[in-house]
């Protein structure tokens, strides 16, 4: 089965910019209509999906995270890497990884993302 895994620093400092990279294994993020997604919960609220990365290396973003989300991929790693910056502490949140877009079959177990000073 698919399997991906979240990893980064769990706690980033304001105004910094958050890295987390997702580590597929057990499928390829190259393979032909597949989508690769970052989502995030804040705690207490529902979740949001941030952006994802296409199988061509198209990306997607969500508009209401204002521009800040970069998403790129490692093909030969079979990895794809977040970066959102100007960060503050209402990116506080549970970070997760998955495949699709909209409806995911296949998630990571997430990472705990504070930003704090």
């Known amino acids: 089965q698919v399997q991906l895994r979240e990893s980064g620093p769990g706690l980033v400092k304001p105004s910094q910019t958050l890295s987390l990279t997702c580590t597929v294994s057990?499928?390829?993020?190259?393979?032909?209509?597949?989508?690769w997604s970052w989502i995030r919960q804040p705690p207490g609220k529902g979740r949001e999906w941030i952006g994802c990365m296409a199988y061509s290396g198209s990306t997607y973003y969500n508009p209401s995270l204002k521009g800040r989300t970069s998403i790129s991929r490692d093909t030969a790693k079979n990895q794809f890497t977040l970066e959102l910056s100007s960060v503050t502490p209402e990116d506080t949140a549970v970070y997760y990884c998955a495949r699709g877009w909209y409806w995911y079959d296949y998630w990571g177990q997430g990472t705990q993302v504070t930003v704090s000073s």
């Open positions: 057990n499928g390829s993020i190259t393979t032909n209509y597949l989508y």
